[in-house]
């Protein structure tokens, strides 16, 4: 089994910054895939940022140029630096993860994490 524990959420500013972090621990042979996506009220939870293990990443056009998505693959955690934050980015913020047990791969997700950007 592996937990992906996400912290860093919060309430900012309109303009604001913030970074999450998601640490993976617990059965991991290896990551290949480690990503953030949101859910705001009533919509679907979309994807926002992915990094794979060659260092691939893959941005939604409504955050490219505002945030970066980096990784710490010794520690199996990634992070998400936000920067120019914006109502609309309102969410909850779930990490997820490609992990490789050693015969398989399986998918997980964090608990979420609450950003409010407001003034």
């Known amino acids: 089994q592996v937990q992906l524990v996400e912290s860093g959420g919060g309430l900012v500013q309109p303009g604001g910054s913030l970074r999450l972090s998601c640490a993976a621990s617990?059965?991991?042979?290896?990551?290949?895939?480690m990503g953030w996506y949101r859910q705001a009220p009533g919509k679907q939870r979309d994807l926002v940022a992915a990094l794979t293990s060659g260092g691939t990443t893959n941005y939604s056009d409504s955050v490219k140029g505002r945030f970066t998505i980096s990784r710490d693959s010794a520690k199996n955690t990634v992070f998400l630096q936000m920067n120019s934050l914006k109502p609309e980015d309102t969410a909850v913020y779930y990490c997820n993860a490609d992990v490789y047990s050693g015969s398989r791969y399986y998918n997980y997700w964090g608990q979420g994490t609450q950003v409010t950007v407001s003034s």
């Open positions: 617990g059965s991991i042979f290896s990551i290949s895939r």
